[in-house]
């Protein structure tokens, strides 16, 4: 079984500040993919940027990083230099290697702060 | 950049009445997924298709649902006959591959059942 755990429900940030978004995940499988996605108020989802269990680098993807850290099972996202249009929910998700279904977590509310 | 479309964005439907809500996944992605999100909560995964065939589906994914990719590019969701516990924002996804693949969703059929 594999879970996800989002204990922000809501964060604050300054305008031009970092944000730091938590997950932790659980799961029995040995090679797996952990994944962001941003759900603006419109309410699509878009992909954010994703890491490999294996991957000995942490992925970035312009102002989002993934601080992971495997030995804690932990995939925090980071948004360095916070705008207006960040305001949204983030999700968590991962998959195991040979698995299809994506898992979710609850989310967190990220407004950001003029 | 390719992605993925579903028609129509909003749909309303009367209890017991028959919905099918539409896909156009990335064009050489080959794995294809419905999930839903009732408002305010969690992401749920209802079913993944590959191959033309069912790969994985949900608790969620009963008798009620079903899935058909009548043609090389359109992949349809079923639901024969609505409930108002059905009301939800309807995403389809599609991946390149399974496992560590991101997936890609499209902007969602918000359905209300009445």
């Known amino acids: 079984a594999q879970k996800i755990t989002q204990t922000q429900p809501g964060m604050f940030v300054q305008e031009k500040e970092a944000v730091t978004l938590d997950c932790t995940y659980d799961?029995?499988?040995?090679?797996?993919?952990l994944f962001w996605y941003k759900q603006p108020s419109s309410g699509e989802m878009i992909f954010l940027i994703y890491?490999?269990?294996?991957?000995?680098q942490n992925a970035t993807e312009g102002r989002y990083s993934l601080n992971f850290q495997k030995a804690r099972k932990s995939a925090n996202l980071v948004i360095s230099a916070s705008q207006l249009g960040d305001s949204a929910m983030y999700f968590c998700?991962?998959?195991?290697?040979?698995?299809?279904?994506?898992?979710f977590g609850s989310g967190t509310r990220l407004q950001v702060q003029p | 950049e390719p992605e993925v479309t579903q028609t129509p964005s909003h749909q309303v439907t009367q209890m017991g009445q028959e919905v099918i809500l539409r896909c156009v996944p990335i064009?050489?992605?080959?794995?294809f997924y419905w999930y839903r999100q009732i408002l305010g909560q969690k992401v749920e995964f209802l079913v993944s298709?590959?191959?033309?065939?069912?790969?994985?589906k949900s608790e969620i994914f009963d008798d009620q649902f079903s899935v058909e990719r009548p043609d090389g590019s359109n992949f349809t969701l079923k639901i024969r006959s609505t409930k108002l516990e059905d009301s939800a924002m309807y995403f389809c996804?599609?991946?390149?591959?399974?496992?560590?693949?991101?997936?890609?969703f499209g902007n969602g059929t918000r359905l209300t059942v009445t």
């Open positions: 298709f590959y191959n033309n065939e069912i790969s994985e």
């Open positions: 799961t029995s499988d040995p090679s797996y993919g």
């Open positions: 998700a991962m998959r195991g290697a040979g698995r299809r279904a994506l898992t």
């Open positions: 996804a599609s991946s390149e591959g399974q496992g560590l693949s991101p997936l890609h």
């Open positions: 064009s050489n992605h080959l794995y």
């Open positions: 890491q490999g269990s294996y991957d000995q």
